[in-house]
């Protein structure tokens, strides 16, 4: 249904409406929508603990359960609520920063505006466990996490890299190339 103003009989600014573009509003999921968002319950959190642990999907981190968010693998924007708001396979556990991280994505990806649940099925930020694109590009991802007694190994790549005049990543990259080249593991 669109909302749009117009001018009563005498003169004051009413809203009036109609129905939209039956097409348009498939093309753009509205009709998953119309009840409105579900609310994520407190039973699905814990259903997703128990299956996945208190991990957050996106960074492989294990996180305080109470600082984990139940998110929708599919954007809802995309694909609205799932049937069955129990089953743990349309939803994912985020920490606050990895959620804000998956939002931000998604609102600059392509797919915002086109809705192809399809190719979200297949992107990083939706099932990060197997992906062929991150928001729409073709690149893979690795996080890392240093904690603790790693910190002198990421201490040395920091080093590795500034003698390189490279990013920490590209320095990873090269060390990862070397010891393929001293094992003699080959690309495929």
């Not at 509003?25 to 407190?42: D, H, P, Y």
């Not at 996945?52 to 954007?75: I, M, N, T």
């Not at 005049?165 to 090269?174: A, D, F, P, W």
Request: with cysteine; charged share 30%.
């Amino acid at each position: 249904m669109d909302t749009f103003k117009i001018k009563d009989s005498s003169g004051k600014t009413i809203a009036a409406y109609k129905f939209g573009d039956w097409e348009a509003a498939k093309k753009s999921n509205q009709l998953l929508k119309v009840s409105g968002r579900t609310q994520i319950t407190e039973k699905l959190k814990n259903a997703l603990i128990d299956r996945y642990g208190a991990k957050c999907h996106l960074y492989g981190e294990e996180y305080p359960a109470r600082l984990l968010q139940p998110d929708h693998r599919v954007p809802y924007e995309i694909g609205g609520d799932p049937i069955d708001m129990l089953n743990t396979d349309y939803f994912m556990l985020l920490s606050p920063s990895a959620n804000r991280d998956k939002s931000w994505a998604c609102e600059h990806c392509s797919n915002w505006a086109e809705k192809n649940i399809d190719m979200c099925k297949i992107c990083y930020y939706a099932y990060p466990e197997e992906y062929q694109h991150i928001a729409g590009v073709r690149e893979k991802k690795l996080e890392l996490v240093f904690r603790n007694e790693d910190f002198n190994l990421f201490n040395e790549i920091v080093k590795k890299a500034n003698l390189h005049n490279t990013s920490y990543q590209s320095e990873v990259k090269r060390m990862i190339n070397y010891y393929h080249k001293i094992n003699g593991i080959r690309d495929k």
